[in-house]
Nanobody, 120 residues
Framework: QVQLVESGGGLVQPGGSLRLSCAAS????????MGWYRQAPGKQRELVAT???????NYADAVKGRFTISRDNAKNTVYLFMNSLKPEDTAVYYC??????????????WGQGTQVTVSS
């Protein structure tokens, strides 16, 4: 089994910054892509950013130029640096990871979510 634990959410004023972290632990042979998603009240979960094992990144248009995703493969950790935050960024942020746990074991795991609130 694999666990993803997120941290770093909180309340921030518009224009502020936050850094989210997500650490994977457990039965991990290797991790393929990792990503961040978010879900605002009354809306569907949406992609924020993804990063491959080779550090190729992809961003939602709404966050391009403001958010940066990175990963530390040695620590099985993915980060999301969020700058110039807007009220519309308010949501629960979830990380996920595409994990290889053995020769024929590959599965996507999700974290429990961390709340980000942007408000004055």
């Amino acid at each position: 089994q694999v666990q993803l634990v997120e941290s770093g959410g909180g309340l921030v004023q518009p224009g502020g910054s936050l850094r989210l972290s997500c650490a994977a632990s457990g039965r991990i042979f290797s991790i393929n892509a990792m990503g961040w998603y978010r879900q605002a009240p009354g809306k569907q979960r949406e992609l924020v950013a993804t990063i491959t094992s080779g550090s190729m990144t992809n961003y939602a248009d709404a966050v391009k130029g403001r958010f940066t995703i990175s990963r530390d493969n040695a620590k099985n950790t993915v980060y999301l640096f969020m700058n110039s935050l807007k009220p519309e960024d308010t949501a629960v942020y979830y990380c996920n990871a595409d994990v290889n746990s053995g020769l024929a074991e590959r599965r996507i795991y999700w974290g429990q979510g961390t709340q980000v609130t942007v408000s004055s």
